[in-house]
Each structure stands twice: as structure tokens, then as C-alpha cells.
């Protein structure tokens, strides 16, 4: 584990070290995924928020420079408050020490938040912050080689408990996820 610098706020932040970047991606290029978004993967991220009834999914390929979201579906940002600012669209990349899907990838399993502010070491998250966000699921997407390619996740602006059923559900759909990937690449076709 590393200690990311403290950002300009005074917080620090613990984001785990991902020692399996360069794995990663060449595995992620040879199934011809990466940094480009795929309309198949924001079909997926769409259906994911359905399942789940959650105003966030992603489908996430982190890299060395960050998180990049192939696949997204994503509100728009409300209305500022009277005299407030606005909040920010959450578009395909964040930076590393940003959301909880690095700790997915590093701990290779599955993580369920029902409020983020019940937990020091998320509560303080800039995603909390931008986006609003409260909850938190996300499930790894383990290939056949072992190597974790990145998560599907969902969140939303309220606690949520995910319950087993949630659990069961997003590694449901990331075990789906991989299978479809593999299947694609296998076929010469796009995920």
C-alpha cells in the first residue's frame, strides 16, 4: 500500500499501489480494449444501472495515468443551488485517487459501500465531493489469464444497502462481462 500526497484540501488519501499496470495492459490490448470508449460497453454500464437502479455505472479499464471509463452511464449534474457551484459531469477518465474502483483492482474482490461516510478512509474521497457520491458496489473483471482488467461498478447519490443480492448480482455481471470480452476477441469482433 502507498501514500498518495496529500492533495491542496490537507487530506491524505490511501490509494493502493497497483503493481499490475503493465499487465494489465497488455492484456486489455490484446483483446482490443483500452482508451477508447465502446458503444457495447456503455450498453452494458447502462444495463448495469437498470439492474441495479443506480444514477452511476461504469465499466472501468484502469491504466498508469488513471481510470479510463469504457463503458459509462452517468446523470447529468443537477442545478447549482442558489449562488452555489455547479457540480462537475463526471466524463470517461478520472484520476487515480479518485472513486473506489482501484481498491476493487487491488484487492481483487469485490467491494460493497453502503454509505461512504461510514468508512475514514473513503468518506473522504473527491468523488464524494464532485459528485455526490454516498454508495458504492463494484465487482473485479478477472480474465481467464488471472490478470483483473478493471471493475464494473455502480453508485449512487444516497446510502444504499446492496445486501447479498447486490453483491451477487455485480459479480454476476462482471463474470458476464469477461466471458463476452474473451468471446469477442476470440471472434476477431468488438466487445
Known amino acids: 500500500m502507498s501514500y498518495d500526497p496529500p492533495r491542496p484540501a490537507g487530506r491524505l488519501l490511501l490509494t493502493p499501489e497497483d503493481r499490475d499496470v503493465p499487465a494489465r495492459l497488455a492484456r486489455l490490448h490484446a483483446l482490443g480494449l483500452g482508451r477508447r470508449s465502446e458503444p ?3 450498453a452494458f454500464a447502462h444495463h448495469l444501472a437498470d439492474l441495479s437502479r443506480a444514477p452511476y455505472a461504469v465499466v472501468n479499464f484502469p491504466h498508469d495515468g488513471g481510470q479510463f471509463f469504457a463503458g459509462l ?16 459531469a463526471l466524463g470517461r477518465t478520472l484520476p487515480r485517487d479518485h472513486g473506489y474502483c482501484p481498491h476493487v483492482v487491488v484487492r481483487r474482490r469485490a467491494l460493497a459501500l453502503e454509505d461512504v461516510r461510514d468508512y475514514p478512509r ?34 449512487d447519490t444516497t446510502p444504499r444497502p446492496w445486501g447479498r443480492d447486490g453483491l451477487a448480482a455485480i459479480k454476476a455481471s462482471a463474470a458476464d462481462l ?14
Request: proline share 19%; aromatic share 4%; no cysteine.
Open 178 to 191: 469477461v466471458a463476452r470480452l474473451e468471446r469477442s476477441a476470440a471472434d476477431g469482433l468488438p466487445p
Open 73 to 88: 452511464h452517468a446523470p447529468a449534474p443537477p442545478p447549482p443551488p442558489p449562488g452555489g457551484t455547479p457540480r462537475p
Open 40 to 42: 457495447a460497453l456503455d
Open 122 to 155: 473513503f468518506a473522504g474521497n473527491p468523488v464524494v465531493d464532485d459528485f455526490g457520491i454516498r454508495s458504492y458496489l463494484g465487482a473485479p473483471l478477472i480474465d481467464s489469464t488471472g490478470t483483473v482488467l478493471g471493475t464494473v461498478s455502480v453508485a
